[in-house]
């Protein structure tokens, strides 16, 4: 039974990813797995909209785009929550089912203590990167940032942000879903509700190493 759940779990986990990431592949359109495909990296919102726009005319649709804009292109705290829900759930299903096991003849009470700690320890550098200063630039410390990353010349010459009518230190973006310029910017994580940087990155790279670990 446990070999027949493990084909299972591999076929389940190979057909998803191909239908993710190859159903676009000219050798699978018209087949079920560009259809999955298409439905599964936006078809299925298109197929909402349709919905939507008959039962509910324009206002349904103002109101899903209104949803949509929310959720995708302004700071919120939806994946915030979901990233401790996710986390909690596994810790609680672990401790629940596999920590009964610990101590054992082949785990030490250690492992206990170990795996608690990394959980906790993995929700706290999520909290110090979601609050911490990612590197944001005013007008009152840009020349602080100029001086710690002067243009070369080459790769970057001055330029002013058009938003924020400062001049933007090199590396650095101004951030439309945040509203503002960050020095070093790297990405706007979703996850975090705020944009990587110098400052943050640190924090940010230790927790998805600890949780690999995990």
Known sequence: MANLELVFYIAVVLV??????????????????????????????????????????????????????????????????????????????????????????????????????????????????????????????VSDYLAMFPYDGVLYEEKICSTCNIPRPPRSKHCSICGHCVARFDHHCGWTVRFLSHMDYDWSKSKEYLHRGE
């Open 16 to 141: 998803s990813s191909v239908i993710c990431f190859c159903g676009h592949w000219p050798i699978f359109e018209g087949t079920p797995i560009h259809a999955l495909n298409y439905y599964c990296t936006g078809g299925i919102f298109e197929l909402l909209e349709k919905c939507v726009g008959f039962t509910c005319g324009e206002r349904g649709l103002r109101a899903i785009y209104c949803v949509e804009h929310y959720c995708c292109e302004r700071p919120n705290p939806i994946l915030q929550i979901f990233y401790f829900t996710i986390v909690g759930g596994a810790y609680f299903a672990a401790m629940t089912t596999s920590f009964k096991y610990i101590p054992g003849p082949y785990l030490s009470a250690i492992h206990w203590y170990l795996g608690t700690g990394s959980v906790v320890m993995g929700l706290l550098l999520f909290l110090l990167t979601s609050f911490s200063d990612p590197g944001f630039v005013s007008s009152s410390n």
